[in-house]
């Protein structure tokens, strides 16, 4: 199980790419997809290297990343 | 609000998810705009002081006009460049009020300048949040009176010319000869260490505020990607490698 998770909101993003470049460990790009209004919404790639430290989630500019990290077992 | 199609596995539990100062309306600014993580900020600003229901906004005209869409709390729209002005009217009519403008620097210091220097002259207890992004956003992109020397704006497609445009105006230095302002900060959030940075001045902002201390102001050097005409990344390297020169960071004026 993956120390952290992120949630993006695809009808908030709007594909800038600033949590692409935010995060250490390349677990989100810039995918295909296209939301609603035609961006181009970030997605996550490889969600294993993910250790849900909310670096994207602090440089969204549009709110849309949510992040949640595993609770730690015996703790 | 926008459903999310992902579920959160059991076991998980929130490291970070929206403030609940802001509403579920989409920011209207551009991608990879500066405006957006700085309004984001203000609201957990707001959230982790706990003032949400005693907090009244200004908005400016600029991009941040529709800000009274994104907050839950109340909001005034002011007359360009006049919000320190309304700003101060709300405060002293209701001092248990907190009260914060949000301006571009087209609002606080082209239209709105003497509003601004008069209220930070007479230590209005107020709390202002000033984004310099150099620029006339909303607009299309016009000069500024903070647009660097030889940037190319829609109005200087030669570069600023500082023989016929003048130089760079430094609001925060010359608001800091003031007396009257208790806080002038300038910060920057182009990475994770400076957004915390900025974060901790507009808590401080609003704390100087709560604890009557008089005028505070946070400007934030930011950038605006779709006028300058580069990508959101980039517009981060311009703001350290560009604006940072002529705008460094750091505090101006701490009254304790």
């Given at each position: 199980?993956?120390?952290?998770?992120?949630?993006?909101?695809?009808?908030?993003?709007?594909?800038?790419?600033?949590?692409?470049?935010?995060?250490?460990?390349?677990?989100?790009?810039?995918?295909s997809e296209l939301n609603p209004y035609g961006y181009a919404v970030a997605g996550v790639i490889a969600p294993e290297k993910c250790t849900g430290c909310a670096m994207c989630a602090q440089m969204c500019p549009d709110v849309a990343i949510e992040v949640y990290r595993a609770v730690k077992e015996g703790v | 609000m926008s459903v999310t199609e992902v579920k959160v596995p059991a076991g998980y539990v929130p490291v970070y998810t929206k403030p609940k100062s802001l509403s579920e309306a989409r920011f209207t600014y551009c991608p990879?705009?500066?405006?957006?993580?700085?309004?984001?900020?203000?609201?957990?600003?707001?959230?982790?002081?706990?003032?949400?229901?005693?907090?009244?906004?200004?908005?400016?005209?600029?991009?941040?006009?529709?800000?009274?869409?994104?907050?839950?709390?109340?909001?005034?729209?002011?007359?360009?460049?006049?919000?320190?002005?309304?700003?101060?009217?709300?405060?002293?009519?209701?001092p248990d009020l907190i009260v914060f403008s949000y301006q571009g620097d087209g609002d606080l210091a082209a239209i709105g300048t003497a509003e601004t220097v008069h209220a930070a002259n007479r230590g209005e207890n107020i709390t202002v949040i000033f984004v310099n992004n150099q620029i006339y956003g909303m607009t299309g992109g016009e000069m500024a009176p903070t647009t660097l020397p030889g940037m190319r704006t829609v109005t200087t497609p030669e570069g600023r010319d500082v023989r016929t445009t003048g130089y760079p105006l430094r609001m925060s230095e010359m608001l800091a000869q003031l007396d009257g302002p208790s806080y002038i900060t300038r910060q920057a959030v182009f990475d994770v260490r400076h957004v915390q940075m900025a974060k901790k001045a507009i808590i401080k902002a609003?704390?100087?505020?709560?604890?009557?201390?008089?005028?505070?102001?946070?400007?934030?050097?930011?950038?605006?990607?779709?006028?300058?005409?580069?990508?959101?990344?980039?517009?981060?390297?311009?703001?350290?490698?560009?604006?940072l020169k002529y705008f460094p960071l750091g505090d101006l004026k701490v009254r304790d």
């Open positions: 199980m993956p120390k952290g998770f992120v949630v993006i909101d695809k009808e908030r993003c709007k594909g800038c790419g600033l949590c692409v470049a935010a995060c250490p460990f390349g677990v989100l790009a810039i995918t | 990879g705009c500066h405006h957006g993580i700085i309004t984001r900020l203000v609201a957990e600003a707001i959230d982790e002081l706990g003032i949400q229901e005693r907090t009244v906004g200004i908005a400016p005209v600029g991009c941040a006009v529709f800000l009274s869409d994104f907050f839950r709390c109340d909001f005034v729209q002011a007359a360009h460049g006049r919000a320190c002005a309304v700003a101060t009217g709300i405060k002293r009519a209701n609003f704390k100087n505020q709560i604890e009557g201390k008089g005028f505070s102001l946070v400007e934030i050097v930011a950038a605006c990607p779709t006028n300058l005409r580069v990508s959101p990344v980039e517009g981060n390297k311009w703001v350290v490698e560009q604006a």
